[in-house]
């Protein structure tokens, strides 16, 4: 069987088990052992457990539970809430402002979960109804955080980022800092647009008459000052080269556990269940597809249909992964195979990996799957999903305008790294 035909089944059964709804990481681990027995008998599964371990043996690796432990802190405790209505009583003299509130918390929360999912769900738990009860049109209520989630897989800290890194041995402190400017232009983007369709619509959640005092403007903000600080801190020791990043998530990590307890007193063992249990869940479950994604990368290169697989998708022009799996998965199966393609071209591979980034973000809100879209629907069921969906695709368009922002103007994501961390050094 030649390499082509080869590849052409593998990306068949591949398809068909991404759509059967099999776990991304036991598909990936099953079909992997499948066609190494299949295609060179069963000696080929001497090297399967060494593969699997050796996609794990990875220092850098720690850093991931470290982030998400942060994100479940976060995500346990009433900070969210807390920094959304920081937000409202700064900005509610805008358009749209409740709005522009959530973009605004989902960016910051972004930098302290790097998880899409945590960030939608934790501020649409408080944005959504509090959007409703003031009479925001329910496609801007949802869709606006379903956008907003997206940020937390490309405003740094991002486990995406760090998958990407892993795979591609890529700097994960340059990646960072290249997904700060394109961060902050598509969160701008998002905003720009729902300011433009709140004042379409002349519609406005507070009296005209209705004003914040500064008292309580500046009493939202003791609560959530200590969490800002701990996204500077990252930062610094990060891009600073005071740290690793698995010592800089280390640290992030417990100081966001103990000002959750301190500052909102979560002493009880329930708390803190769930904060353990949901990291575990999580990390785990990354872990294991990067494992199985590792094993699927070896099946590929042993039977020489890397390269087959890379050229025929450099042909396609297109990708349509989003669509089915998660962005882990889709990171450590695709980037090894295009990132030859890529530098050979030319092209930054971290500029390429923001481009990656956003394309996944696309796929977190886009039909058939479109994750945070069912996130969002779980928290307005009332809400059908179909005008969620709606409510989506002009968010979903700003992606793709953000895309071709960043193909003219590559120099948004590469100038921040270049210029703290000096040019990557061609061999």
């Known amino acids: 069987m030649s390499p082509t035909t080869q590849g052409l089944l593998v ?10 709804g099999v776990p991304v990481a036991f598909g990936l681990g099953v079909m992997s052992i499948a066609f190494l027995v ?57 358009p749209g402002g409740l709005a522009i509130s959530n973009l605004g918390a989902c960016a910051i929360f972004a930098a302290l979960t790097g998880s899409s999912p945590a960030c939608c769900a934790a501020i649409g738990k408080m944005g959504i109804p509090e959007m409703r009860r003031r009479g925001y049109p329910d496609d801007v209520a949802t869709g606006s955080i379903c956008a907003g989630g997206t940020l937390g897989i490309l405003i740094p800290p991002s486990i995406t980022f760090i ?47 209705f004003r914040y005092s500064w008292k309580e403007k500046f009493g939202s903000i003791p609560k959530i000052a200590p969490f800002i600080a701990i996204i500077v801190g990252v930062m610094y020791v990060l891009y600073g080269g005071v740290a690793t990043p698995s010592e800089a998530a280390g640290v992030g990590a417990a100081l966001c556990v103990v000002f959750a307890v301190v500052i909102y007193r979560m002493w009880d063992a329930k708390s803190w269940w769930q904060i353990l249990r949901d990291t575990t869940r999580e990390s785990v479950m990354i872990l294991m597809i990067i494992a199985a994604a590792v094993l699927f990368g070896y099946m590929l290169t042993s039977l020489y249909l890397t390269q087959t697989l890379a050229q025929a998708i450099a042909d396609m022009h297109v990708n349509m992964c989003g669509f089915f799996i998660p962005p882990a998965a889709i990171i450590l199966m695709t980037s090894p195979i295009l990132l030859p393609i890529i530098t050979a071209a030319g092209f930054d591979p971290v500029w390429f990996g923001v481009i990656m980034t956003i394309n996944m973000e696309v796929g977190l809100i886009h039909p058939p799957v479109g994750l945070n879209i069912y996130i969002v629907n779980a928290i307005a069921p009332d809400v059908p999903v179909t005008r969620v969906m709606w409510g989506t695709i002009p968010y979903v368009l700003c992606m793709f305008l953000a895309i071709v922002i960043l193909c003219v103007f590559p120099e948004i994501a590469t100038w921040l790294p270049d210029t703290l961390m000096g040019p990557v050094r061609t061999r």
């Open 163 to 209: 998958l990407y890194g892993i795979a591609t041995e890529t700097s994960i402190g340059r990646l960072f800092l290249g997904g700060v400017m394109p961060g902050l232009m598509l969160t701008g983007l998002f905003m720009a647009w729902t300011l433009f369709i709140i004042w379409k619509r002349g519609f406005r959640s507070h009296a005209v008459d």
């Open 11 to 20: 990306l068949l059964v591949t398809l068909a088990m991404l759509l059967s």
């Open 38 to 94: 299949f295609f060179q008998g069963f000696d080929a599964l001497r090297v399967v457990a060494e593969t699997f371990y050796a996609g794990l043996n990875d220092f850098t690796l720690v850093s991931i539970p470290m982030f998400v432990m942060m994100g479940a802190a976060i995500g346990s405790s009433p900070a969210g809430k807390d920094l959304y209505e920081a937000l409202d009583r700064w900005l509610y003299r805008l």
